[in-house]
């Protein structure tokens, strides 16, 4: 199986922007979930999808949204972006098999907000 | 916010030698999971412990549960090179299935 697939891999952007990143998730898995990567913070949670409904949300403020679609790939969307939001955005996809939430990782999407 | 946190923050030692790690929690858990990442990479799940199991092998990985304690470590035995990455512990809580990261150990293995 392949695994978890991010894209882009880099990414850099200006005050201001937004930023549009994607992740297809291993086959047959339905639960996606966001992280966001800080040395400062280390990794926090954004959000999660499954079935293309937000089921978990982490605190981050509403700049930070997402969508899933019906084949379960997953997009997040960070607006009006911040010198603080530059991070390694991690997306992780789940099987949810009896209770037990293994995360697969995808490699990452590098954001720098200059 | 963390759940858990792994301690050290950083250890260093020899190929050869072993690296125990170790993570504490704040409240009552239904799994706890070692991941590992190397750097600038996504993290790579190692090992999972249920909240009713107290210790668990995989290959050169052990690792223990004390829930009294409310904390976890893991133990890898012979290390070697390739074993240096950052290593977390996270936790899943109470109805709640969202595994929470610590910040990490850092762990450098010299050759």
């Known amino acids: 199986k392949a695994g978890v697939t991010q894209t882009p891999r880099y990414l850099i952007k200006t005050r201001g922007q937004q930023v549009t990143l994607s992740c297809s998730p291993i086959s047959g898995h339905r639960s996606v979930s966001w992280y966001q990567q800080t040395p400062g913070q280390g990794l926090q949670f954004l959000f999660e999808?499954?079935?293309?409904?937000?089921?978990n949300k982490g605190n981050f403020p509403g700049r930070f949204s997402g969508r899933q679609f019906s084949n379960s790939r997953s997009e997040m969307n960070v607006s009006t972006l911040e010198l603080g939001d530059s991070a390694l955005y991690l997306c992780a996809s789940s099987s949810l098999h009896h209770e037990q939430n293994i995360q697969y990782f995808g490699a990452g999407t590098r954001l720098s907000v200059l | 916010s963390q759940q858990g946190e792994e301690d050290p923050q950083a250890l260093s030692i020899q190929e050869g030698e072993n690296a125990t790690m170790n993570c504490s929690y704040k409240t009552s858990i239904n799994n706890l999971q070692w991941y590992r990442q190397n750097s600038g990479r996504g993290l790579v799940h190692l090992i999972l412990?249920?909240?009713?199991?107290r210790e668990k092998h995989s290959g050169r990985l052990r690792v223990t549960l004390d829930t009294s304690k409310k904390s976890s470590s893991l133990l890898i035995t012979a290390s070697r090179a390739a074993d240096t990455a950052s290593y977390f512990c996270?936790?899943?809580?109470?109805?709640?299935?969202?595994?929470?990261f610590g910040r990490g150990t850092s762990l450098i293995v010299h050759p």
């Open positions: 996270a936790t899943d809580e109470g109805g709640s299935y969202i595994p929470t």
């Open positions: 412990i249920r909240s009713n199991e």
């Open positions: 999808y499954f079935s293309e409904t937000q089921r």
